[in-house]
């Protein structure tokens, strides 16, 4: 493996928190509940097994309107680097994520819509046109990736869930299984995950709802069966697992703004010249290579998402 833990540009969102500050796994292990949920878990190879029923839909095509000019990311790399803190603080945590149970699944529409409805995932699916799209992801962390995803626009699932003219913002959740996912047994996270885009971010094109990569349905560690991808963002936004997608009024509180919310805000717009509050945006590392590149503005995105932002400019737009 490439990636070591503890390289110094890995400055995690878990440096955050007082827990991942102070605790570490073999301490996490020592204080109970959350080691031996994790120890209890299913082993990796009796999940794995399980087969996938929307398996046919892969390979879509690729849409050579999103390519990337960097190399594709090993995928050995990409799922055994993940953040995914229901169920791992630390990067490696593919073999506890095995024990998410993605069928029976389904997602709630809800909120502001013209009718309710709850959603078998692969009737879902079955609903929607897939495609594959070369999307580069930066982590607020400093790290980046690519990645060949397999989804839908978001836009054709905001159509599909008929908002009313009145939604200004989808809310969007993870799943909330405390047995089955041991992080949710942290009290001090804000459970269940959320994440919010404004309709404008959430009809724009790029916005991308992920239910593969690699040609496959997700692996369990980045977030099947669904999860959201908005490249322009910072990785946070792209929420894993989502099991509910509501239309509002409100600006909806993310995860990490409810953890800190002097840190992490609603907009989260990538840009070099901004730093964390703890750390440089400057540049940051590529997965895979270790080399060290300079972040671009919206991620390299701003032709398709700048005007998006016209007019905000007194917002807190990049964090
Ligand atoms: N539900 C949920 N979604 C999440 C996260 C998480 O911890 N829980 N982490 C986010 C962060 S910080 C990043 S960088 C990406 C990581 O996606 P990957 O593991 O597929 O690379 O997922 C995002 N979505
Ligand atoms: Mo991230």
């Known amino acids: 493996m490439l990636i070591r833990r503890t390289r110094g540009w890995e400055i995690a969102e878990r440096e955050a928190t007082p827990e991942a500050v102070f605790l570490n796994r073999r301490a996490l292990l020592a204080a109970g509940g959350f080691g031996l949920a994790a120890l209890a878990m299913p082993r990796f190879g009796h999940a794995a097994e399980e087969a996938d029923p929307s398996a046919a839909l892969y390979p879509a095509k ?18 055994h680097y993940n953040n995914f803190y229901e169920y791992s603080t630390n990067k490696d945590l593919a ?8 069928r029976p699944w389904s997602v709630e529409f809800g909120g502001l819509v013209e009718a309710p409805k709850t959603v078998a995932i692969d009737d879902l699916f079955k609903a929607m046109q897939f495609e594959e799209r070369v999307y580069r992801h930066r982590c607020v962390e400093a790290w980046s990736m690519v990645v ?8 054709a699932l ?28 942290q009290p001090f996270y804000p459970w269940p995950y959320v994440e919010g885009l404004t309709m404008a971010e959430a009809t724009n094109e790029l916005a991308f709802m992920v239910t593969g990569a690699y040609g496959k349905p997700l692996p369990k560690q980045m977030g099947a069966p669904m999860r959201l991808h908005t490249p322009w963002k910072y990785g946070f936004k792209s929420i894993k697992s989502i099991v509910k997608i509501s239309f509002v009024e409100e600006q909806p509180l993310n995860f990490w703004q409810q953890l800190q919310a002097s840190e992490y805000g609603f907009w989260a717009n990538v840009n070099p010249e901004v730093p964390h509050p703890r750390w440089s945006q400057a540049s940051e590392t590529v997965l895979g290579t270790n080399e ?19 007019g905000l400019q007194d917002q807190p737009l990049y964090m």
């Open 62 to 79: 690729r849409n050579p309107r999103f390519v990337a000019e960097q190399a594709i990311t090993p995928e050995e790399i990409n799922t």
């Open 95 to 102: 073999d506890a994520a095995q024990a998410l149970r993605t």
């Open 148 to 155: 060949p995803w397999t989804g839908f626009p978001l836009a």
């Open 158 to 185: 905001v159509a599909f869930a008929k908002p009313l003219g009145s939604a200004k913002y989808v809310r969007m959740e993870t799943f909330m299984d405390p047995d089955m996912a041991p992080g949710q047994n």
């Open 292 to 310: 060290r590149v300079p972040t671009q503005l919206f991620n390299g995105y701003a032709p398709f998402v700048a005007d998006l932002y016209k």
